[in-house]
Every structure is written in structure tokens, then in C-alpha cells.
RNA sequence: GGUCCCAUCGUCUAGCGGUCUAGGAUACUGCCCUCUCACGGCAGAGACACGGGUUCGAGUCCCGUUGGGACUACCA
């Protein structure tokens, strides 16, 4: 019988969740979900210093934004010091740990020491054979073997192995009595029972010193494998400089969830040539096999066109209540869903974010001046005038404001006056939007409703002295 | 410095010894469509890091070089 496949994403709150963490988050909840097995969700905040309870908060937010959604926890490491203690003392019963009064700050100068030196710097367990009991100035470490080599079958980079020689023993308990990270991890897996560890391969080299201590423990270690990295465009670890956002600041700037998935999802990923996924084409063909080894540099473009794809394939109905807050944003307070869907339905196929999209609707609610300068300039002259008395009149006139009627209008205009399409156009656009670029007349002119057109058209005329 | 990981168009990637004069996507350029801007369609340019092997045959396997990255804490 085949065990039961669990994952688990472990965020510390020491910050927001940035795209680094979602991606690794993504391929463990895909995993889980793709075997039917159960995502877990816990929360790494032993380092008392830096954690704080707000960022736990964002990012619980944003996993759930991003439909992320996990079948246990979130548990806190904070709750768990109990479990930790317990396997403390299950490691010095059996000689495998010994504690350590090692003054950090010494413990600091020896380190640096070793580094002037060229030297590996490592603890040389000086307190190995001391035989110290554990008290309220004590640190444990784990009694790394000397010899020998540990390695493991990683599920996408393969065979790793490293030599013990090369680890030192390492602290697993504080002084303060909280565990390391490399140590609560190990207690965690095997007590939730995770069977397969995915994480980035940043985390490679700690992964033999938390094999020795489950061989320790009398454990068997899960699965691992680990996914490359994210990188920026300077070709190191993704980090706020390089404009990697935190989750929510993607949301905030107008990408859809689906987007932000589809695009986590391939990058260190692929299904053949496909680029587009379904949440449940995701879950169906996800695979660690099918995950490349080279890490990935983050791209916005590649980001911004899937959004873009989104935002077509997004019904207007739906485009338009998501669009609600950005227009807020804007200074447009509506609650008008109608309307913005409508206004959604024109502009989906030239915005690639709903902040862009807001930021284009502008001028179905605003006055459209004062009018952009150089559109203006270019289209509002007074050779326009013509142009934009004669539309006022057909427009006060009752011509029906419907595809077919305006296109006419556009196309009758242009003959009666003996200019080209373009030229009656663009000054009604001008006149109308304040913008040389804007979505077709014949749909943004329904929109705004006979008598606001011919109000900016009034507008505009005045404009010219007319 | 040491250990470990990685290496196909600028970027994301397909490729699991012959079907590769290397495919797709994005970004870029041009053309078409067109009331503008987009969208869409078509076309173009663009990569197997280098050197040795193994093999009848290597982008694909092995070794080395170079390059990049991660880690090197009583952080996670």
C-alpha cells in the first residue's frame, strides 16, 4: 500500500510572502493535490527576534489569494517547544547530542578567526566529550559522525551526497531553550508525518546534517527534492531589491490570482509545449520529474502577458467587480457593477493589469480635460470644428448609438466633409476622452450616453472658440 | 576560501543518442487588419558556454575547464 502523500509549505514571519515562497508553496500544494495527499501549513517562528504576528497574517492572506489552500494546520513552532524538548532528550539519552557552554561571542571571534586564516570555519566540539548537563546557560548540539557519508536520492536533482567530514556539530537547542531550525524541522516532518520535503535548493546543504539527525532518531527521512531557485535579473537570489513584490503587492497592482499561478507554475516547470494551465490542468499534470534543475530568472513581461490572457478570458461581469476597487483608487467611488462591466469590456484587451485598466477608465467618469497636451494639439484644431459641430448636430439629432449607427455616423461624417475616416475620429476622440488612444468611439460613445457626448463636445467647441 | 548545486535563443522552456539545417512562449522588429491604441493574424531575427572523450552517430552519456548560484550562524 502506498503511503499517503503530504507536503508541507514552512514560511518563517520574518517578512511577507515574496514570489520565492509562493513558488515553492505552489509546487507543494500542486503535488499534494495532484495525488489526492494533504498540503500542510506551518509556520516557522523560532526566531523570536524577527518574527512578528502581522506577517503571519499577510501570509495566510496571500496563500488564500492565491487559492493555495492547505488541509492542516497552520501550526507554530512556538507551540511546539514541548515536542522539541522531548526529542532533545531522546538524542542526549542516547549520546547522540551534548550540551555546550561555548560563549557565542567567542565562539564569533573563532569563527572570523578562521575565515582571516582561509580556514573552514567550523566548531571543533570541544565540548563533545565534557559531558555537561543541560542548564539555563547551555546550548545542545547534535554529535555530527566524523566519518562517512551521507548522501540521498534527491527527486530532481538526483543522487547528492556529502562527505561527514564536512559538517561540524551543529547547535540544535539555544541556550534559551528554543530549537534551531535544523533540528525543529526534523521533529516537525516526523511528527506530521510529511513524505515528501520540496523546498528551495538553497537548502541543500542542510539537508545532510537533518538526515543524520533522523538516522539518530532511529527515523526514516522523507522524500526530498529541491527545486531551483528564483532569481532576479542580476542573477542572484530574488530579493526585494530586484523588484520581486510580496505576494499581495502583485494583488494590489492588479494581476489576477490565475495569472500569478500560471506563471509560478512554469517557471522551473513544463508540460511540453504548453504555457496556458487551468488550475486543474495544473494539478493533473504536475510532476517533480518534469522539473528542471536550472534556476529561473524572474520575468515580468512573461507575467504581465499571462495576465493579460486572463484579464481577456475574465467575463466582463466578473472584470468589472474585480475592477470596482482599483477605480476607488483612482478617486472613483462606485458601486455601479454594471457600468464597470460595461467599461471592463472595452478596456480587457488593452491593459495588462486592472490597475492600467483604472487608470484608462478614467475618463468615463472624469471629465476628460484638461486634455492631454499634445493630443490636443495634434487633433483639436481648428480645422476640427466642422467635425465636431456637424457630430453634435447628427448625435443631438437621434442618431442611434449602437455599433452599426455610430460606425455610420463615422463613415457619413468623413464622406460629407471630404476627409478621411481618421480625421473626424481622432478630434472626437480628443474631445471625448482626452486621449489620442482610447477604445473604439463606437463602443465608449454607448457608454457615455448621448447627453455627456454631446456635453464634451459643447465642452471641446467652447474649447475652440467656437 | 571550502562544500554543494547548475549550464539550450535576452527571458521561461521543449529535447529523456539518430525524427535537431534544435521546437514553443515571451520580449523585440516588420507587414496585415484597423477610427486611435490595443487585440488578433503572418513573417523575421535570436541558443545547444568551451575542450576532451564514449559511440557508427551527442544538445542529449562521461571527464575537465570556464561561468553562474546557494550554503558556510545559538537565522530560517
Known amino acids: 500500500m502506498a503511503t499517503q502523500v503530504r507536503t508541507r509549505f514552512s514560511p518563517s514571519p520574518t517578512g511577507a510572502l515574496h514570489l520565492g515562497g509562493a513558488h515553492t508553496a505552489l509546487f507543494n500544494w500542486l503535488f499534494a493535490r495532484h495525488h489526492g495527499g494533504v498540503f500542510i501549513l ?34 507554530f513552532q512556538s507551540q511546539r517547544l514541548a515536542i522539541y524538548d522531548d526529542f532533545i532528550h531522546r538524542l542526549l539519552k542516547a549520546g547522540a547530542a551534548y550540551c555546550c557552554d561555548c560563549d557565542p561571542q567567542e565562539l564569533e571571534a573563532r569563527r572570523q578567526a578562521a575565515l582571516a586564516r582561509g580556514d573552514k570555519p567550523r566548531y571543533d566540539g570541544r565540548c563533545r566529550e565534557r559531558g555537561l548537563p543541560l542548564g539555563p546557560k547551555t546550548a545542545v548540539r547534535f554529535k555530527t559522525p566524523q566519518t562517512g557519508i551521507t548522501f540521498w536520492h534527491d527527486q530532481i536533482k538526483g543522487h547528492i551526497a556529502f562527505e561527514n567530514q564536512e559538517l561540524d556539530d551543529l547547535v540544535i ?33 542542510n539537508t545532510p546534517r537533518q538526515i543524520l539527525i533522523y538516522q539518530a532518531l532511529g527515523e526514516e527521512p522523507p522524500l526530498f527534492a529541491h527545486m531551483p531557485l528564483m532569481l532576479g535579473k542580476d542573477r542572484t537570489k530574488l530579493s526585494k531589491r530586484h523588484g520581486a513584490l510580496p505576494v499581495l503587492a502583485y494583488r494590489d497592482r492588479g494581476i489576477l490570482p490565475q495569472a500569478l499561478t500560471n506563471y509560478l507554475a512554469r517557471l522551473g516547470w513544463s508540460h511540453g509545449d504548453q504555457e496556458i494551465f487551468s488550475r486543474e490542468e495544473l494539478i493533473r499534470y504536475f510532476s517533480l520529474e518534469h522539473v528542471g534543475k536550472a534556476p529561473g530568472i524572474h520575468d515580468d513581461d512573461k507575467l504581465l502577458w499571462l495576465n493579460s490572457h486572463y484579464l481577456k ?17 483612482e478617486g472613483i467611488h462606485t458601486d455601479d457593477a454594471v457600468k464597470a462591466a460595461r467599461v471592463a469590456a472595452t478596456l480587457n484587451k488593452r491593459a495588462k493589469t486592472l490597475m492600467e485598466m483604472a487608470q484608462a477608465a478614467r475618463f468615463y467618469y472624469l471629465d476628460p480635460w484638461p486634455y492631454d497636451e499634445e493630443a490636443a494639439r495634434k487633433h483639436l ?66 457608454i457615455l450616453g448621448r447627453e455627456e457626448t454631446i456635453r464634451r463636445l459643447d465642452f471641446a467647441l467652447r474649447h475652440l472658440g467656437a
Not at 56 to 71: K, M, N, P, S
Not at 190 to 202: F, L, N, P
Not at 394 to 416: I, N, P, Y
Not at 426 to 443: C, F, H, I, N, Y
Request: proline share 7%; hydrophobic share 45%; charged share 30%.
Open 42 to 75: 506551518r509556520i516557522e517562528d523560532t526566531d523570536m527576534e524577527r518574527s512578528r504576528a502581522h506577517f503571519v497574517e499577510e501570509i495566510l492572506e496571500a496563500l488564500l489569494w492565491l487559492g493555495l489552500d492547505w488541509d492542516e494546520g497552520p501550526y
Open 173 to 205: 537547542r539555544r541556550a534559551d531553550g528554543i530549537p534551531t531550525y535544523n533540528f525543529a524541522v526534523v521533529v516537525d516532518d516526523i511528527t506530521m508525518r510529511v513524505s515528501h520535503v520540496i523546498r528551495g535548493d538553497d537548502h541543500i546543504s
Open 313 to 329: 478570458e475574465t467575463p466582463p461581469e466578473e472584470l468589472g467587480r474585480l475592477l470596482l476597487p482599483f477605480l476607488a483608487k
Open 381 to 446: 484644431t481648428p480645422g476640427a470644428l466642422p467635425v465636431l459641430r456637424e457630430a453634435r448636430e447628427r448625435l443631438a439629432a437621434g442618431v442611434e448609438l449602437s455599433e452599426e449607427g455610430l460606425t455610420r455616423l463615422l463613415k457619413d461624417l468623413a464622406r460629407d466633409l471630404g476627409v478621411k475616416v481618421v480625421e473626424v475620429a481622432q478630434p472626437l476622440r480628443v474631445a471625448l476622452t482626452g486621449k489620442a488612444a482610447s477604445p473604439s468611439l463606437t463602443e465608449l460613445i454607448p
